[in-house]
């Protein structure tokens, strides 16, 4: 059974830095792209930033600079350092795991920028 949990997400003040780990079992991790997503009230889920299984990465223009996602292979887990957080990042953050038509999804963190 393939499970995603993630952690790291709580209360932070604008301009604070928070970091999301994702832990993956069930899988090989190193065969998957991996990603977060967040999704904010009233809107749509949206890729925030990805790593591919060669490991090249992609981010959301608006965290472009104050976002890196990593990933561990031998760990078999993605984090997501966030920088200079503004209240626009709130939201619940997902992690994933993707390959070819086949994804999985973590239950969500909840990240709230607020002073």
């Known amino acids: 059974q393939v499970q995603l949990v993630e952690s790291g997400g709580g209360l932070v003040q604008p301009g604070g830095s928070l970091r999301l780990s994702c832990a993956a079992s069930?899988?090989?991790?190193?065969?998957?792209?991996m990603g977060w997503y967040r999704q904010a009230p009233g809107k749509q889920r949206e890729l925030v930033a990805v790593?591919?299984?060669?490991?090249?990465?992609n981010y959301l223009d608006s965290v472009k600079g104050r976002f890196t996602i990593s990933r561990d292979n031998a760990k078999s887990t993605v984090s997501l350092q966030m920088n200079s957080l503004k209240p626009e990042d709130t939201a619940v953050y997902y992690c994933?795991?993707?390959?070819?038509?086949?994804?999985?999804w973590g239950q969500g963190t909840q990240v709230t920028v607020s002073s």
């Open positions: 994933n795991a993707y390959r070819s038509s086949i994804t999985y």
């Open positions: 069930g899988l090989i991790s190193s065969y998957y792209g």
């Open positions: 790593i591919s299984r060669g490991g090249t990465i």
